[in-house]
């Protein structure tokens, strides 16, 4: 959800007056929280989101020989700081139109130690040669169906052969109407758990 502004976290520049501030990443496997920066404007900036938090405690786990691995939709960066952790070997792509999420997702990546290894990007940068062995995403579905399906076709198209994507949604946003729309184009979905009123899509691209 925007945070208490007029504009959405999906435009390119928000309007929101700058409110810096901090959120706790979590994740199970740690025996410490990583501080991240935050701002108005971006997703959730008040704190790790409900779904993103069930992505990175149960789907947001890196094979070993997956190296080039994105973030679709990074915000101020939870997930692709998860998968940079998780995935020392691996390169991640953290991409977003919002400049603002993309500075504190550079910065965050900087103050965790793995800016030699996260790509901070608009979607336009990143070189059409680039394909990803795994996407994560907590997508945007309030930028409506319509642009919501460009964007994964766009990206599920974007993975090496074997790839998958790995996707959050709540059910009471669309998540079986996601399931069914993403299973018509071809591709093979697995409903890999529902908890806390999110559903996790494991979605491997058909053709």
């Known amino acids: 959800m925007p945070d208490g502004s007029t504009d959405h976290y999906f435009s390119a520049q928000p309007t929101a007056r700058s409110k810096p501030g901090r959120a706790r990443l979590e994740l199970p496997e740690a025996d410490h929280a990583h501080v991240l920066r935050t701002d108005a404007g971006v997703f959730s ?9 069930v992505l990175l405690e149960d789907g ?15 915000g101020y960066g939870p997930i692709a700081m998860a998968l940079a952790l998780r995935a020392p070997e ?6 977003d139109v919002n400049e603002r999420a993309l500075e504190l997702t550079t910065t965050n990546a900087e103050t965790l130690g793995v800016a030699d290894r996260v790509k901070v990007a608009t979607p336009d940068a990143v070189p059409p040669e680039v394909v990803f062995d795994a996407l994560w995403a907590n997508p945007p579905i309030r930028v409506g169906k319509p642009a919501l399906h460009e964007l994964l ?3 599920l198209a974007r993975l090496a052969p074997g790839g998958a994507a790995h996707l959050v949604v709540g059910k009471n946003l669309g998540a079986d109407s996601l399931h069914r729309w993403l299973a018509e184009q071809g591709h093979t979905v697995d409903r890999r758990g529902s908890r806390k009123g999110y559903r996790l899509l494991d979605v491997v691209p058909g053709g």
């Open 60 to 74: 947001a786990q890196p094979e070993p020989d997956q190296r080039v691995l994105l973030d679709l939709g990074c």
């Open 153 to 155: 076709t766009t990206w």
């Open 45 to 53: 900036s008040g704190g790790v989101d409900p779904g993103t938090r």
């Open 90 to 95: 691996a390169v991640v792509w953290a991409i």
